[in-house]
């Protein structure tokens, strides 16, 4: 999947956090609700615009933003 195609960052939008497709449903929303213990269905169910594939690429997104990440290793 690629997750460029769901995940969208617009500046005016919800202070330029990455969203869903141009929504305003951020990937921290979702992660939220996933890390609270919602299931995929529970929130597609309370948010029905929402698809399977988008929490997919919230996920896929959230994993290579955390691949990315650097540390700085001995730095005082």
């Not at 497709?21 to 992660?31: G, K």
Request: overall charge negative; charged content about 30%.
């Amino acid at each position: 999947m690629v997750y460029q195609n769901i995940i969208t960052i617009e500046p005016d939008k919800r202070g330029g956090k990455p969203c869903i497709r141009r929504m305003r449903i951020t990937v921290y929303d979702i992660l939220g609700w996933l890390a609270a213990g919602m299931s995929q269905d529970e929130i597609i169910e309370d948010f029905p615009e929402l698809t399977q594939e988008d929490i997919r690429a919230c996920l896929i997104f959230a994993a290579d933003r955390e691949h990315r990440l650097t540390a700085v290793v001995g730095a005082a």
